[in-house]
């Protein structure tokens, strides 16, 4: 594997990838939540690659290109140009200010179009454990340093899992969630628009993809930065400090939420979600 060697301004590798906005990666010698040392690791296009922060650079094992793992950390966002198309506002502010350094991966679109098929009404480690036990049955390792790194299966190979199977390793429901979508992908594929509403209703043509799924896969996978997932974290923030712009209405919500925060409201949403469930500000 080659050595890239990143200099980065403003990221903070172990909150960005610990925030709960991706499950496809994993802390080396440790549990991707818990305590550990912050070197990580994912697969893309099946190859691994394998990052740590030192000193204002990220150091990057691979065998994919620079340019690659400089998209896949979104280090190419200029984070001051879009905290300036911010409106003025407190508890946004507040929660940038404590969570400096965060960003918006971008996960290889099927691993993580299936973890969030895997959320509805779960809390993150037990999604981020559906995720792991998929990739444990279906997917391969490879070894590094005396580690077996496990890799998240492609569409074929977890295409080969029936329903059952996937109930079985602690999916629920959401195992029908999961062996439907693949069969939608794999007899009719998935055009996405490149018009954000337009990409929302692509996604839901899938099994199981409502608006918030799809919002997350849009935002962590496919770089549609104005995408405002409304979970409970961010719906509770919502109600607390912005009935103003709250609805009950997903679409409504979404939209007076995009409207106010900007075309970065995807950002917005990040910080304000992180910063709930952290404490950083009430809800």
């Not at 300036?84 to 691993?111: H, V, Y």
């Not at 070894?143 to 059952?164: C, D, H, I, K, T």
Request: glycine share 8%; hydrophobic share 35%.
């Amino acid at each position: 594997m080659e050595k890239h060697e990143i200099e980065t301004e403003n990221f903070d590798l172990e909150l960005t990838l610990t925030c709960g906005q991706t499950f496809c990666w994993n802390r080396i010698n440790g549990d991707l939540y818990g305590e550990g040392p912050s070197k990580f690791y994912t697969f893309r296009k099946g190859r691994l690659l394998i990052v740590e922060q030192k000193d204002g650079l990220i150091v990057a094992e691979t065998d994919l290109p620079r340019q690659e793992v400089i998209e896949a950390l979104s280090l190419h966002h200029d984070l001051e140009e879009i905290y300036s198309t911010f409106p003025e506002d407190e508890k946004l502010e507040e929660a940038r200010e404590e969570l400096e350094g965060l960003r918006i991966i971008q996960d290889e679109f099927f691993p993580c179009l299936i973890s969030y098929l895997c959320s509805p009404q779960m809390q993150i480690p037990r999604i981020k454990q559906m995720h792991n036990n998929i990739a444990e049955e279906y997917g391969g390792t490879i070894e590094y340093q005396g580690e077996e790194l496990v890799r998240f299966p492609n569409m074929e190979e977890l295409g080969g899992a029936s329903e059952e199977e996937l109930r079985d390793l602690g999916l629920g429901y959401r195992a029908k969630y999961v062996s439907n979508t693949i069969d939608i992908l794999k007899e009719e594929g998935l055009s996405i628009s490149s018009e954000y509403l337009d990409a929302r209703e692509d996604l839901k043509k899938l099994y199981g993809v409502g608006d918030k799924v799809a919002d997350c896969v849009l935002l962590f996978s496919l770089e549609f930065l104005e995408a405002y997932p409304l979970d409970t974290w961010a719906l509770k923030s919502a109600e607390k400090h912005y009935s103003f712009l709250h609805s009950d209405d997903y679409e409504e919500a979404s939209e007076n939420l995009r409207e106010y925060f900007g075309p970065y409201s995807g950002y917005a949403q990040e910080y304000l979600f992180h910063a709930a469930r952290k404490g950083i500000i009430e809800v």
